[in-house]
């Protein structure tokens, strides 16, 4: 693991976002985080390299990054690519916020606060295990406002679904009313959890990797 600055000792967030095939988006996220004074006194940066073609680039670049935007963060490095849960896992291995933040690396903040209001959402309505976000594409239309599941019979799979994809974000009721609605489910491309229970669910369920790679190696 590579440190760079002097990260919050006790933070109340971790901040965790893995890296897979593009890296350059790091920058984008840090000039907004550098924004976020809040942010900044309350939450630890945790970048996972998932994917060992950028390591280099990552760390050579780091320092640069840090000088530039004065947001501490980390470099953690898992020796292999272990998809999305498992980076995600490891990631938390070595947090400390009491309340976890999952977020993908090409989503970028709009406006400060978004992380600890969704964080605050949480903590004030203790019935939700888990918060998703309004994610906009980047014209403004929506990329996701929670999820539905449809079944294909010709893959035979449960498929999952965006229906609001593409529409304007006022068409979203939680976007109308400013409140938490009841989805079926969220993408963990921005999610926020307690520490607590992602303890208690054993975090992300990795068998769908080990699954892939036990599929690939009978072949």
Avoid at 108 to 126: K, M, T, Y
Avoid at 142 to 152: E, I, K
Avoid at 170 to 198: F, H, M, P, Q, W
Wanted: glycine residues 8%; contains cysteine; hydrophobic residues 40%.
């Amino acid at each position: 693991m590579w440190t760079f600055g002097i990260p919050v000792t006790t933070p109340k967030i971790s901040i965790i976002i893995p890296l897979y095939g593009r890296w350059d988006f790091i920058e984008h996220q840090l000039l907004e985080f550098s924004q976020d004074i809040k942010l900044l006194e309350r939450a630890e940066f945790i970048y996972v390299v998932d994917d060992p073609k950028i390591l280099t680039s990552i760390i050579n670049e780091s320092e640069t990054l840090y000088k530039m935007y004065e947001v501490p963060f980390k470099i953690v490095w898992g020796y292999r690519n272990r998809g999305f849960a498992g980076a995600n896992n490891l990631g938390f291995s070595v947090s400390k916020g009491q309340h976890i933040l999952f977020i993908n690396s090409d989503v970028f903040p709009n406006n400060p606060g978004w992380a600890i209001r969704l964080v605050e959402l949480l903590q004030s309505n203790p019935v939700y295990g888990v918060l998703g976000a309004q994610l906009l594409n980047p014209e403004g239309g929506l990329q996701h406002a929670g999820m539905m599941f449809v079944y294909s019979s010709l893959w035979e799979v449960w498929l999952n679904k965006h229906p609001l994809s593409g529409l304007a974000p006022e068409l979203d009721e939680a976007s109308a009313n400013k409140v938490i609605v009841d989805k079926l489910a969220v993408t963990g491309a921005c999610i926020a959890i307690s520490r607590e229970l992602y303890i208690e669910i054993s975090g992300f369920d990795e068998c769908y990797r080990d699954w892939e790679t036990d599929r690939k190696s009978t072949r």
